[in-house]
C-alpha cells in the first residue's frame, strides 16, 4: 500500500516512514509546498492530511490530486506520530 502524508513536522519526516514501513506502507512526505508537489504525488492508496501543520494552497493541491486519482483522504488535526498509526490501524494497513 502506498501512502503519500502532507504536513507533518520537518524533525518527524524519519519517524512517519518508520510508522509506515512498520505496517507495510511505502510513504512519500511533503512538509512543505514544492514546485512540483502536484507532479510528485502520484497515485497512492491513501492520502493523510496533518491539517494543523499545512498550509491551506498545499490542502488543495493535494485534495485536487487526490480527486484525480479516487485517493481516500484522511484528516487529522495532530500530527504526531501515535495519531499516524491510529490512522494506518484504522485503513486496515
Not at 26 to 45: E, L, R
Not at 52 to 60: A, D, E, G, L, Q
Amino acid at each position: 500500500m502506498s501512502v503519500v502524508i502532507v504536513g507533518g513536522h520537518d524533525r518527524m519526516v524519519q519517524k512517519y516512514k518508520e510508522i509506515c514501513k512498520k505496517f507495510h506502507c511505502k510513504a512519500k512526505v511533503f512538509t512543505h509546498m514544492t514546485t512540483q508537489m502536484s507532479n510528485q504525488i502520484g497515485k497512492p492508496d491513501l492520502m493523510i492530511l496533518f491539517t494543523n501543520t499545512v498550509s491551506h494552497k498545499m490542502v488543495h493541491c493535494a485534495v485536487t490530486e487526490a480527486a484525480k486519482n479516487n485517493t481516500e483522504i484522511v484528516r487529522c488535526h495532530t500530527s504526531s506520530g501515535t495519531a499516524l498509526h491510529e490512522i494506518l490501524r484504522e485503513a486496515g494497513c
